[in-house]
Each structure stands twice: as structure tokens, then as C-alpha cells.
């Protein structure tokens, strides 16, 4: 008789943008659950370009490149390619907010040169720590809202930050009625993951936290989870390691003592 996997039976739906949440579903899959992909997000190009622009053209003037999250990277040499400033032109220090985003920068060839101990914004402040940033010239190409906590920081510090758009993140159009056809089934879901604070702010913008009851809710860190509860959201189980590997552990620790197997 095959050993019945771990999360065998579990619904668990999935709030990643569509092309970005595979291995998230994939390895919640291979651990029995039946996923359901709901994608709350949808990235988008930048709405100005511009800034972003003038930055490409003066890049051999930044001491510093801070990259946090994989889509600024996507974006930002998507970009550069389509400009006359070659990415040899490079001459800053890159610093990316954790491994996913680590591996974009060095799948183009680059060296990182700090990464935090965690993967938010308040350890990578941590990671600067040692680094004196009095004049630096610092880029920072990323989503057209984010948290100001990392520029503002190091303005403090006497960095001169350019805080640029790269791409925007947008609601998918029909999320409402596929939420409500998800939610309102005679077998409703038995857990929701969500992977950054835009998943949990898009999916109550068009279903409301009341939609949860009943529904186990996994974060991916503690900011996503501030949020949540910010909302409403009644967290049950938050990432130790703010990964999708480490997300993947914490929807097992609703269900299980088990841990899942490591990949090879």
C-alpha cells in the first residue's frame, strides 16, 4: 500500500502572479494537495519610463544597485537591453533582498555583493550596516509602489537614493467572480497562501476578509502577515525562512509534524 502523502485531501489555493507561482504549486502538489491557482497579482511594465531611463544612461555613476525582488531585475535589464548603455557599463556594488532575487542577478553573470541574514527589507538595512554610505550614489529600480523603509533609511545615512519604476503591479482582470466561484463551492478551500502584502491587499479589495472564515491563511514573512492582520486576516501559520520553501513548511505545519523532503 503507497504512504498516504502529507496534505492528501488539502485544497490550497495559491495567490502568486500566473508564471511566477509553478514551484509553489509544484511542490505543493507533490506533497498530495490539490492546488487551486488564484493569482491576485499581475506584473505589469511601468506605466513612466523615464526615470528608469535616465538612470540606465547614467549607470557608471552608482556606487550602489539594490535589487528587491526578482521582477527589478526582470525589468531593469529588460530595459537596459533596449538602451544604448551596456550592462559592462556597470560598475556599482549589487545588493539583492534575498536567494530568488540573488539568482537573477547572477544568472546575468554578476557577482552579489550583500544579501541580508533574512529576506525583508529590515535585514537588508542590517546587511549596510558596516558600509559607509555618506555620498554614495545608490539605485534602487523597483515596483512603482513600495515600502520607503530602505531609501528613507539610507538617505538618513547621506546616501543619494534614486528610487526608480520598473514595472507596477496590477489586480487581474475577472479575480472577483473567480474568487466568488472558489470561495462560494460546496467544498470551499482548506488553506490560502499568500506571498506578499499586494496578494493579501488585491485578493480583499475584491472578495473582503470575511470571504477567509473558516479557511486556514499561510504567509510568506512578517510583513505579509502584518498586513493580513491589518485587514482582518487571522494568521495561522507564517514562514520561518521567508522563501517558497520555507512557506511550503509552514502550510505542512498546519497539517503535519512532518517536514517535506529536501530537493536533491
Known amino acids: 500500500m503507497s504512504q498516504r502523502l502529507p496534505l492528501s485531501g488539502k485544497r490550497i489555493v495559491v495567490t502568486r502572479a500566473r508564471g511566477q507561482a509553478g514551484d509553489l504549486c509544484a511542490r505543493l502538489a ?32 552608482y556606487d550602489w544597485l539594490i535589487f528587491t525582488s526578482a521582477n527589478g531585475v526582470r525589468f531593469f535589464l529588460e530595459r537596459l537591453r533596449g538602451s544604448a548603455t551596456d550592462l559592462g557599463a556597470l560598475r556599482a556594488r549589487i545588493c539583492a533582498i534575498g536567494p530568488a532575487t540573488r539568482a537573477a542577478v547572477e544568472a546575468l553573470g554578476l557577482k552579489v555583493d550583500l544579501m541580508g ?52 503591479t496590477t489586480v487581474p482582470g475577472g479575480t472577483a467572480a473567480r474568487v466568488r466561484k472558489i470561495f462560494g463551492a460546496a467544498r470551499r478551500p482548506d488553506c490560502i497562501t499568500f506571498t506578499s502584502s499586494s496578494t493579501v491587499r488585491n485578493f480583499v479589495a475584491a472578495a473582503g476578509a470575511e470571504s477567509l472564515a473558516g479557511v486556514q491563511v499561510a504567509s510568506i514573512g512578517p510583513v505579509t502577515t502584518r498586513t493580513a492582520r491589518g485587514l482582518g486576516i487571522e494568521v495561522a501559520a507564517e514562514a520561518r525562512v521567508f522563501t517558497t520553501e520555507g512557506l511550503v513548511e509552514a502550510v505542512l505545519g498546519l497539517y503535519t509534524e512532518m517536514t517535506p523532503p529536501t530537493a536533491e
Open 30 to 61: 507533490a506533497l498530495g494537495a490539490a492546488v487551486i491557482e488564484l493569482p491576485t497579482i499581475e506584473i505589469r511594465p511601468a506605466a513612466y519610463y523615464a526615470p528608469l531611463d535616465r538612470a540606465i544612461a547614467n549607470l557608471p555613476a
Open 117 to 168: 541574514k533574512e529576506y525583508v527589507a529590515e535585514s537588508l538595512l542590517e546587511a549596510f550596516a558596516p558600509h559607509s554610505l555618506e555620498g554614495k550614489r545608490v539605485l534602487l529600480p523597483r515596483a512603482a509602489v513600495g515600502r520607503d523603509l530602505v531609501p528613507a533609511a539610507l538617505a538618513r545615512r547621506g546616501a543619494e537614493v534614486d528610487v526608480v519604476e520598473a514595472y507596477r
